[in-house]
T-cell receptor, first 112, second 115 residues
Framework: KQEVTQIPAALSVPEGENLVLNCSFT??????LQWFRQDPGKGLTSLLL?????REQTSGRLNASLDKSSGRSTLYIAASQPGDSATYLC???????????FGKGITLSVRP | NAGVTQTPKFQVLKTGQSMTLQCAQD?????MSWYRQDPGMGLRLIHY???????DQGEVPNGYNVSRSTTEDFPLRLLSAAPSQTSVYFC??????????????FGAGSRLTVL
């Protein structure tokens, strides 16, 4: 059974810092991996999707990498801002029909 | 473009009552799904559908029923609510159920409390 781990559960950084959020998964036979953002009381917003054949994806200040063989993904946030404060979740797709397995998320707080 | 719309946003039920959480999408998405989010447990898949008339179980289907009579709608029914079903429920959809191509769009969530 696929398990997705995100450590630490919470992170607090000063504004402007570059930071890395980690995600690990136990079964390397994945179709893709997604990073989501969730603001308090809101739904999830997809940030980046990396196909199994890709190594990384970039969107603005965000860069996500994937190392399938080691079961790891990282989300790099450059020049963090208070508006980046949210919970970041990674999810892997290991089967047909888009059944995602989610990590529990990392709650990020960026201090002004 | 409304995206994925969930109603109601909040609901309080008594144990044993039944209710339906509504989910509608206007993007002509083939794939729709229901997740529940609980503290310390993350999001878990309840049921999903790959097209009208086709549904299947996810990780935690017990106590829930779904149907997909149209492409747009995917309601989640609680047959006899239990306190263990207190949770935040999210509906999500994607253009294709092809695992290699999809990006999920989530609704804003429905917060359910069962007393």
């Amino acid at each position: 059974k696929q398990e997705v781990t995100q450590i630490p559960a919470a992170l607090s950084v000063p504004e402007g810092e570059n930071l890395v959020l980690n995600c690990s998964f136990t079964d390397s036979a994945i179709y893709n991996l997604q990073w989501f953002r969730q603001d308090p009381g809101k739904g999830l917003t997809s940030l980046l999707l990396i196909q199994s054949s890709q190594r990384e994806q970039t969107s603005g200040r965000l860069n996500a990498s994937l190392d399938k063989s080691s079961g790891r993904s990282t989300l790099y946030i450059a020049a963090s801002q208070p508006g980046d404060s949210a919970t970041y979740l990674c999810a892997v797709n290991t089967g047909a029909n888009s059944k995602l397995t989610f990590g529990k998320g990392i709650t990020l707080s960026v201090r002004p | 473009n409304a995206g994925v719309t969930q109603t109601p946003k909040f609901q309080v039920l008594k144990t044993g009552q039944s209710m339906t959480l509504q989910c509608a999408q206007d993007m002509n998405h083939e794939y729709m799904s229901w997740y529940r989010q609980d503290p310390g447990m993350g999001l878990r898949l309840i049921h999903y559908s790959v097209g009208a008339g086709i549904t299947d179980q996810g990780e935690v289907p017990n106590g829930y029923n779904v149907s997909r009579s149209t492409t747009e709608d995917f309601p989640l029914r609680l047959l006899s609510a239990a306190p263990s079903q207190t949770s935040v429920y999210f509906c999500a959809s994607s253009y294709s159920f092809d695992a290699g191509a999809n990006v999920l769009t989530f609704g804003a969530g429905s917060r359910l409390t069962v007393l």
